[in-house]
Nanobody, 116 residues
Framework: QVQLVESGGGLVQAGGSLTLSCAASGIISSINAMGWYRQAPGKQRELVAR???????NYADSVTGRFTISRDNAKNTVFLQMNSLKPEDTAVHYCKVTTTAFRLYWGQGTQVTVSS
């Protein structure tokens, strides 16, 4: 049974920091890319940051320079360090994992709320 367990969301003041983590288990094939997406009320889900198995990363323009994505391949875990948070970062953040067998999995989502 595949599980993506996310943690680290919460309420923080503008300018503060949070670190999200997502641990994947039960995935038989090798994990390729891992990433974070977010969805604010009334908006579409959007990419925040993504990292490949080789360590290549890409970020949404809105978070470049403030967020850092990293992963621990041995533990199938991806992290998102979020600094200088802004109210517009408020959203449910979802972890996404894609495998070398072209399967994809989503986490249940974790709420990030940034107060002004």
């Amino acid at each position: 049974q595949v599980q993506l367990v996310e943690s680290g969301g919460g309420l923080v003041q503008a300018g503060g920091s949070l670190t999200l983590s997502c641990a994947a288990s039960g995935i038989i094939s090798s994990i390729n890319a891992m990433g974070w997406y977010r969805q604010a009320p009334g908006k579409q889900r959007e990419l925040v940051a993504r990292i490949t198995s080789g360590g290549s990363t890409n970020y949404a323009d809105s978070v470049t320079g403030r967020f850092t994505i990293s992963r621990d391949n041995a533990k199938n875990t991806v992290f998102l360090q979020m600094n200088s948070l802004k109210p517009e970062d408020t959203a449910v953040h979802y972890c996404k994992v894609t495998t070398t067998a072209f399967r994809l999995y989503w986490g249940q989502g974790t709420q990030v709320t940034v107060s002004s």
